[in-house]
């Protein structure tokens, strides 16, 4: 069993398909789908419906369904559509050869349309959009008939007819349901079945010079497809009525339609216009930067997709609008690669270390464990030599009272190798220090037999010699308030981005077990946090990003 068919955990939606499984509903089939538009990358609230619909189909050994549901070719890419199938692959859902598209049922659908026309509750309007958007009404208010509502249904066969045809300009005409235009659910005022958009689709070329708006559409994409949960977010709760009223009018299979609340995360963005207008405007490098929310970029950051299940599964699924905090699902990714990412030494901002009394010339090896979490991740040796690197901030020359690293006079030990003492402090005429001069001490060297002395501090380090150099980008929060997308003080989101969000080291020195590492490959960097190896590698020069902090250091900060 894998790590994402563990426990599974009841939520609304399963106590509903329980039901009807009881009851013989759908034939005890269930069969899901995720829709997505492909105007856009996928992003982590996404990832959760993923996960839900693929889920539920797994558990009940049923069938999940990845289509697209491009109906505006004007939004739409091929770019999109390969991103999003490469996000659902990598996740792990398993979609089998069901990549389907709205678009293969456009002639389908059309021939529905025609159906409504003639049973005489579809209209073909010539207002313009403001006209019908004025007669919808609000609320509190009813809306008012179209002048052309009651037109003949040989009249509309023909407008409609022609609109296909190419005949009219874009907004010329639209073609309406004739439901109640003083109905309480405004989506029921006569709401626009297609509209005219002379533009070419990704895949259906010039054919279609109409196109189908997502409500009308998207019932009958999970008809024709068998769908028996139709499992969307609670903004879709009032389109209900509507869903059911199309397929009812139609006499067609009727698939059930369940809302479960919309996933929010602090510090956080997911409207795809503001994450296209971070791209466009150059505030990220492109849709998978890694401190974008895209499943792109958490998978060329370091997430895992385990990872990912594991924090839908602990948000759960509600019914209630929420946000969920950011630090639970660091906390998931943390808890993940704790049990698989070896340990290695890095030093991200060195400052040389020279033990005065090694010999010159002479090197020997230490024993290292991968990771401690993990018993067949076996050890490896590391270079120790005269001259060393550690952190910067490991030193200090005028130390704090709770400082335990390396001081003038002060002892340490070196991770895995032996007690040294710092014995002098070398300067630039700046007054920066550039070099630190210690003693180490034969007796305290790891692995010697020797009952070993404890120092209250210990430090990691990478040999002069054999460290390799690399770049390191140092990852965090893209906006510094937790809601930057919910101000009513008349700031937007821009005014909360997070100018510290990234911080490139382009000098750090790791231990040379990393020189092999692959584009893709996760570590924990000891002491400073996980790390992976980004794309933008190349031979002899590694580039890696900082997935998370080893702890949440974000909420000490803002206190």
Known sequence: MSENEKLVQSNFIRDII?????????????????????????????AKSICLN?????????????????TNPVKEEVEYVESIIEDVKWLGADFEDRILFASDYFDQMYEY?????????????????????????????????????????????DLFTRMKNGEFK?????????????????????????????????????????????DWAHGLEDSIEGITHSICTLEFENHRPLYDWYLDQLGVYHPQQIEFARFNLTYTVMSKRKLLSLVSDGHVNGWNDPRMPT???FRRRGYTPESLWAFTDKIGVAKRENTTDVALLEYSIREDLN???NRVMAVLNPVKLVLTNYPEGQEEEFEAVNNPEDENAGKRKIKFTRELYIEQDDFQEVPHKKFFRLQPGGEVRLRYACIIKCEEVIKDEAGNIIELRCTFDPETKSGSGIPQRKVKGTIHWVSAKYAIDSEVRLYDRLFNDENPDGKKDGTNYLDYLNPNSLEVITNAKLEPSLASAAVGEKFQFERLGYFCVDQDSEKGRLVFNRTVTLRDSWSKIQK
């Not at 329980?18 to 996404?46: A, K, M, Q, S």
């Not at 797994?58 to 069938?63: E, L």
């Not at 003639?118 to 509190?140: H, L, S």
Request: with cysteine.
């Open 18 to 46: 329980d039901e009807h499984n009881r009851n013989g509903h759908f034939e005890n089939r269930v069969h899901t789908r995720f829709p997505p538009e492909p105007n856009g990358y996928l992003h982590i609230g996404h």
């Open 54 to 70: 693929y889920g539920i189909a797994r558990d009940y050994k049923g069938k999940f369904n990845l289509r697209f549901d491009d």
């Open 113 to 157: 349309a025609v159906q409504l026309v003639e049973k005489g509750v579809a209209y073909v309007d010539g207002q313009t959009p403001e006209q019908i958007r004025e007669q919808r009404g609000t609320p509190n208010e009813p809306g008012k008939n179209s002048p052309h509502r009651e037109r003949s249904i040989e009249e509309n066969l």
């Open 170 to 214: 874009d907004g010329e005409y639209v073609l309406r349901a004739k439901i109640d235009m003083s109905s309480p659910n405004i989506n029921l005022r006569d709401p626009i079945m297609y509209r005219i958009l002379h533009a070419d689709h990704h895949r259906t070329g010039d054919k279609w010079c109409i196109y189908p708006m997502y």
């Open 295 to 297: 499943i792109s970029a």
């Open 339 to 341: 049990k698989k990412a």
